[in-house]
């Protein structure tokens, strides 16, 4: 597809539950980009790539939260023993070579809800 | 990265022009401007940047003076369909993460 995409598009938890997101970047974006948003608050940054290389993970909350990108193209963001307060929107950013600074593009987002 | 200040929110209605100021105090000489837009149930996207005196797109224009210590957001002849969250942010690009404030929730009025 033309832009970035998520699945699934909502996500309903027990606590405890182990959940994974997936996000699929515009084909060819090196660097991809996880952002929690909680409901009323803009996009907190989680963690970067480049290409398959994780350069940033400072925004990761706990060691519950994992991100990877095996091949450099697809990311998957687990979320291990979840808690009500990982309940949230969380957003994949990709963004590729050309473009202004800060310019990224996002998908639609994933809704978590723990329960 | 540089911090911003921006309205929490503004309303106004269909047709007028609105304008969101934005004061970015300690903008560094390598800052660039970027502004996004989020509509409920989708992702920032982002409209405009720019670096000094105007920018001009498709969707809005951009006012930052000669100091660039703040910036103007303007949104000609705004609809319904404008109502969304506006984030100022300013970064050279150099540390890729984007720091988004609450920005501004504008809500357009018929």
């Known amino acids: 597809g033309a832009g970035v995409s998520q699945s699934p598009r909502y996500k309903v938890a027990k606590r405890g539950q182990d959940v994974a997101l997936r996000c699929d970047p515009i084909s060819g974006h090196v660097s991809l980009f996880w952002y929690q948003q909680a409901l009323g608050q803009g996009p907190e940054f989680l963690t970067y790539?480049?290409?398959?290389?994780?350069?940033?993970k400072s925004g990761l909350p706990s060691d519950r939260f994992f991100a990877e990108r095996p091949e450099g193209s697809v990311s998957t963001l687990k979320i291990q023993r979840t808690q009500q307060e990982d309940s949230a929107v969380y957003l994949c950013?990709?963004?590729?070579?050309?473009?202004?600074?800060?310019?990224?593009?996002f998908g639609p987002g994933t809704r978590l809800t723990v329960l | 990265l540089a911090k911003t200040t921006q309205p929490i929110s503004m309303d106004s209605y269909e047709g007028q022009e609105v304008n969101i100021t934005c004061s970015h105090n300690?903008?560094?000489?390598?800052?660039?401007i970027t502004w996004y837009q989020q509509f409920p149930s989708q992702g920032p996207r982002f409209i405009i940047q720019g670096y000094k005196t105007k920018v001009t797109n498709e969707v809005a224009s951009l006012f930052i003076p000669a100091d660039r210590k703040s910036s103007t957001l303007s949104l000609p002849r705004v609809s319904l369909s404008d109502t969304a969250v506006y984030y100022c942010?300013?970064?050279?690009?150099?540390?890729?993460?984007?720091?988004f404030g609450k920005g501004t929730r504008l809500h357009i009025l018929p």
């Open positions: 300690n903008i560094a000489t390598n800052d660039y």
């Open positions: 942010l300013v970064g050279d690009g150099g540390d890729d993460k984007i720091i």
């Open positions: 950013a990709s963004r590729g070579r050309t473009g202004g600074y800060n310019e990224q593009f």
């Open positions: 790539f480049q290409n398959e290389a994780q350069l940033d």
